[in-house]
């Protein structure tokens, strides 16, 4: 599984991010969380407000940190 957070480095998408591996390490599910900062790439998504959160290959959330209920809920 891979789980892409998609924004500048703002605290929002840290606390995404940070959401993500605290959901991923909870559930016992192994993936890889990245990061990504590049605009291009976030353009190619369709991602217009951040943070996005792209579940492989997915986009399942736009514009608001997801919790680490959402996280959850999103990979069960």
Known sequence: MIIKILGTGCDKCDKSYDNA??????????AKVEKV???VTMMKYGILSTPG???NEK?????????????KRLLK
Not at 21 to 30: M, N, Q
Not at 60 to 69: C, I, N, P
């Open 21 to 30: 591996i605290r959901a991923t390490k909870e559930l016992g599910i192994e």
């Open 37 to 39: 900062t590049d605009l």
């Open 53 to 55: 959160i792209v579940i």
């Open 59 to 71: 986009v399942v959330m736009t514009g608001r940190v997801a919790t680490l209920d959402d996280y």
